[in-house]
């Protein structure tokens, strides 16, 4: 399999397959704004818009699926790096950064550029220090990586049961974003929604594994992509009547910077060490939006990106996807296209941000409540946008704006008299990126378990078939696991914030002396991940208890050091490692030659068969 | 195949590739939000410049960088024989 050439592994039907899909989801969006225009019943432009983009999903899952390890584990490892890069891109932004992006830039400003910083430099992390080198050892989860580097059981099984707990945490805060959203859009009881926005995912990961979750993860990809570009390039060219909101909504901003010079505001910049998020309730629109470090201190700005970068560089259902391109290039060359969408991505939503505090600073703000215009009671309904004024002539300050965060998102779309066509359009796209989330999570979790706890202790690996049905098993279990934590109240935001902190802290530091340090041992990664982990948990809980003001992800700036100070004095107390652990380092290090779990395969169905 | 006297100069060579990729985009992350707010005052193509280096040139310059750390990375791997037979 490694020595077939690369254009032979790849389907060169791919582009004509999602150039039909889009084409299908363009012309169910085009009937779904045909619908609306007739005036005929509203939720058939849900059935368009959705429903038969869903279908075709669930279908390509169906078309896709396997029983066979190779395709469920690694999807064959013949997807193309674009695809993989999509999938990897919508997967890391997920709903948070489609959902809660734009509202805390709303409420914080520019402080939350730092979520861009964090999700952009993650990336490139993963690309230059880890990525390449894990798909070169070729382990389909981390704790195998683990155990094929220092060959050890107890570094495998420990490894597993610290990532069990990001990845719960992100399943968790994906679905409960998403099933809210689509639970307030369909009208749907919290319950149902929250089940089909895991029940999806959850039915795609037992039906192929990696192999089902890589296609229909770029088809999703496809649909958040188009809607939120397609979206707020309609809104822009409504009220600017110019293209490319990316760059022209900087008139907006510059309006915006013009009227807040003129605003005299209370707050000033923040403590250095001070970082405040925007929580889940409504929050007013008192900060100057393009004044830097008022929610996050000048200190804090900088800590909180490297450690954003450092968690998701770590997360480990970022990372295995990468275990699926064709070869080491391929896997570089993905993250690549990560780093382009992510960015496409985020500068829209920023500009379509940009472009909504612009409207609402010239149409809301200055004018007597009863002069607002008609689009602020259509916000108010949908419970996007408060204004805590007195109804009289007195006019409107920003400060007595509240918007909500979780919901900010669709203020653009309502506030230029989108259709309700187009604003189900741009919330689907981000459930649709929250499924693509919660699918990776979700399979990477039920891998992990099944490889390296269930059979990880045991002595005899057991056939393909067993293991591909446990998998499958765990993947349902960890949808229902997945509900249960993700119907628990919680600020998704944190619960994300949590994730990243602790893979910051335990995965990231020990990944990567892993791969740079020779003297690694086992010893010196299990201490590693043990101390950041533990560093990280409590600083969580501490701040969580009110006892210190060490908001997440800062606990990560004191753990991620721990945690390789005490992987190093670990190793050097612990016997080096041995011959054959530093010739797979040796060997992971170089792209060129098989990929080594491959090769390790071929050699013992081999000797089986020699014998 | 990598001959076996190449894998030390290969990996010294990606090192070091690793540091100038990652090294001179830091700086730039961390130092330009620092001084946002007093770019603010002057204006690209009409937008507030801190604001334009901080959202616009900065993921241009993220993009270049891991473009150019991916083709870097190849032709290291070519010239040392590292790379695959793909």
Not at chain 1, 146 to 158: D, P
Request: charged share 15%.
């Amino acid at each position: 399999m490694a020595f077939m050439r690369r254009n032979r592994l790849v389907n060169p039907r791919l582009g004509t397959y999602f150039s039909i899909f889009t084409s299908l989801f363009v012309g169910a969006v085009m009937l779904g704004l045909m619908t609306q225009e007739l005036h005929l019943d509203r939720r058939l432009a849900a059935v368009c818009i959705v429903g038969i983009p869903l279908l075709a999903i669930l279908a390509l899952a169906f078309a896709t699926r396997t029983d066979m390890a190779f395709d469920y584990f690694a999807a064959g490892r013949r997807v193309p790096a674009f695809f993989v890069g999509l999938g990897s891109a919508i997967g890391t932004l997920g709903a948070t950064g489609f959902i809660v992006f734009p509202g805390a830039l709303m409420i914080m400003g520019v402080d939350a550029f730092v979520l861009i910083y964090g999700w952009i430099t993650g990336l490139i992390f993963a690309c230059v220090l880890i990525a390449p080198f894990l798909r070169k050892v070729g382990s389909f989860t981390l704790p195998s990586y683990f155990y094929e580097r220092f060959s050890s059981r107890t570094l495998r099984v420990a490894a597993a049961a610290i990532i069990v707990v990001p990845l719960l945490a992100v399943i968790a805060a994906e679905a409960r974003l998403a099933g809210r959203l689509a639970s307030q859009l369909f009208l749907l009881p919290p319950a149902v929604a929250l089940a089909l926005v895991l029940g999806i995912p959850t039915v795609i990961a037992v039906l192929g594994g990696l192999r089902a979750l890589t296609w229909t993860s770029a088809a999703q990809g496809i649909i958040a992509l188009l809607s939120v570009l397609f979206v707020t390039t309609v809104a822009a060219l409504m009220l600017s009547q110019l293209p490319l909101p990316q760059i022209t909504h900087g008139s907006a901003v510059r309006e915006i910077a013009q009227k807040d010079a003129l605003r005299v505001v209370q707050e000033g910049a923040a403590s250095p060490l001070a970082l405040q998020w925007a929580v889940l309730r409504e929050e007013f629109l008192g900060r100057k939006y393009l004044d830097a470090f008022t929610s996050i201190g000048w200190l804090a700005f900088p800590l909180t990106t490297l450690v954003l970068a450092a968690g998701v560089a770590g997360l480990p259902h970022g990372l295995m996807r990468h275990g699926s391109t064709p070869g080491v290039y391929d896997a570089r060359k993905s993250h690549g296209w990560a780093v382009v969408i992510v960015a496409l991505v985020l500068i829209t939503l920023a500009a379509s941000v940009g472009l909504w505090r612009g409207l609402v600073m010239t149409d809301i703000v200055g004018q007597p409540r009863a002069a607002a215009p008609a689009w602020v009671a259509s916000l108010r309904d949908l419970g996007i946008l408060y204004i805590r004024a007195p109804t009289g002539p007195a006019a409107i300050d920003l400060g007595q704006i509240g918007v909500v965060r979780d919901k900010a998102f669709l203020g653009l779309a309502v506030s230029a008299g989108l259709s309700t066509s187009l604003v189900l359009l741009l919330a689907f796209g981000a459930i649709a990126a929250a499924m693509v989330a919660v699918g990776a999570a979700l399979h990477t979790l039920a891998t992990t378990v099944s490889e390296d706890i269930v059979f990880g202790l045991g002595r005899t690996p057991p056939s393909d078939k067993v293991r591909v049905l446990t998998a499958q098993g765990l993947a349902g279990v960890a949808g229902i696991l997945g509900f249960v934590v993700a119907a628990l109240p919680a600020d998704p935001l944190q619960l994300i914030l949590a994730a990243v902190t602790l893979s910051a802290s335990s995965i990231f530091p020990v990944l990567v002396l892993s791969i740079l340090w020779r003297r690694m041992t086992w010893w010196g990664a299990l201490m590693g991940l043990l101390t950041g982990f533990g560093l990280a948990a409590a600083g969580l809980l501490v701040s969580k208890a009110g006892v210190l003001a060490l908001a997440a992800p800062l606990p990560a700036v004191i753990a991620l050091p721990a945690a390789a100070i005490v992987a190093i004095v670990a190793s050097y107390t612990s016997r080096s490692a041995g011959r054959g652990n530093l010739e797979l380092l040796r060997d992971m290090r170089v792209p060129g030659g098989e990929t080594i779990r491959d090769r390790t395969e071929r050699q013992a169905r081999q000797k089986d068969l020699a014998r | 195949m990598i001959d076996w006297r190449e894998r030390k100069p290969y990996w010294r060579h990606t090192k070091w590739q690793m540091v100038a990729t990652l090294v001179p985009f830091l700086i730039l992350l961390i130092v330009v939000p620092l001084y946002a707010d007093v770019l603010n005052v002057r204006r690209v193509i009409g937008i507030p410049l801190g604001y334009f280096l901080c959202l616009h040139v900065f993921l241009i310059v993220a993009i270049f960088v891991i473009a150019s750390f991916v083709n870097r990375q190849d032709a290291v791997d070519h010239w040392h024989g590292a790379n695959e037979d793909l």
